[in-house]
């Protein structure tokens, strides 16, 4: 079976930090770029951050940048998200998956292009 499965979510307070970590199984992950995306309660699922599969570019939504790093560990097959200084608006179920092409523009958060979607981890940002 062709899929991500995610963890490292949990409950966190204003400004503490979390690292999800997102392991492929039954596909070779260096062929692919993988997005880190999320969906708050009632919102559309958004891409927060994406990597290319062994060139190691990466892109950002503007609300994360500067607080949220990607990083791929392709030996493990695994993608990592180190978000810092959290705030309760980053509040949601993370998502990561994998796109056969890194996009440079805006088309990297167009969730259409990716596949193999993991469940998803809870993350809760709250005092």
């Known amino acids: 079976q062709l899929q991500f499965v995610e963890s490292g979510g949990g409950l966190v307070q204003p400004g503490g930090s979390l690292r999800l970590s997102c392991t492929a199984s039954?596909?070779?992950?260096?062929?692919?770029?993988v997005g880190w995306f999320r969906q708050a309660p009632g919102k559309g699922r958004e891409g927060v951050s994406c990597?290319?599969?062994?060139?190691?570019?990466?892109q950002y939504a503007d609300s994360v940048k500067g607080r949220i790093t990607i990083s791929r560990n392709n030996a493990n097959h695994t993608v990592y998200l180190q978000m810092n200084n959290l705030k309760q608006e980053d509040t949601a179920v993370y998502y990561c998956?994998?796109?056969?092409?890194?996009?440079?523009?805006?088309?990297?958060?167009?969730?259409?292009?990716?596949?193999?979607w993991g469940q998803g981890t809870q993350v809760t940002v709250s005092s």
């Open positions: 990597m290319s599969a062994t060139s190691g570019l990466t």
């Open positions: 998956a994998a796109s056969p092409h890194y996009y440079s523009g805006e088309y990297w958060s167009k969730t259409s292009e990716y596949y193999y």
């Open positions: 039954g596909f070779t992950l260096d062929r692919y770029a």
